[in-house]
């Protein structure tokens, strides 16, 4: 048995967990809350109608190590380093590449949603045809 997480989570009970975490009312209540116990409860608890046994604190440790190996990976490959990867990133980066996005540049610029150099790009593709 490993540390506090309990057994290893199988890629079916990873899938799930995302597919949960997907849900725009969930996403919205992770985001605006610190103590987020009663969220990872109702996590826990749609993980259970899928037959997948899993507390809550299980829910929000894989939830918190998913999200910090992908920021990991988001960040390396920013920096240039493709060779960095891991399994379910693009289920992941549906899900938070564009609120990480908008973070970032809100706290900026305050209203932009991409960062500067997506848009000088676009204007000069368009300036150029």
């Not at 929000?60 to 490959?77: D, F, I, M, P, W």
């Not at 610029?109 to 991409?114: D, H, I, K, L, Q």
Request: net charge positive; glycine share 6%.
């Amino acid at each position: 048995v490993a540390n506090e997480g309990g057994k290893h989570w199988t890629v079916n009970e990873v899938r799930a967990l995302i597919r949960i975490w997907s849900d725009k009312t969930i996403q919205q209540q992770l985001e605006g809350t610190v103590r987020n116990k009663r969220i990872f409860e109702q996590v826990a608890a749609r993980l259970q109608k899928f037959g997948i046994d899993r507390d809550w604190k299980q829910c929000r440790t894989k939830y918190k190590n998913l999200k910090h190996e992908y920021k990991s990976v988001k960040s390396a490959q920013d920096s240039g380093i493709s060779s960095k990867s891991m399994k379910f990133f693009n289920e992941l980066d549906a899900i938070l590449g564009h609120s990480t996005m908008e973070q970032a540049s809100k706290s900026d610029n305050g209203e932009s949603e991409r960062p500067p150099e997506w848009t000088e790009a676009k204007s000069e593709k368009d300036s150029i045809g």
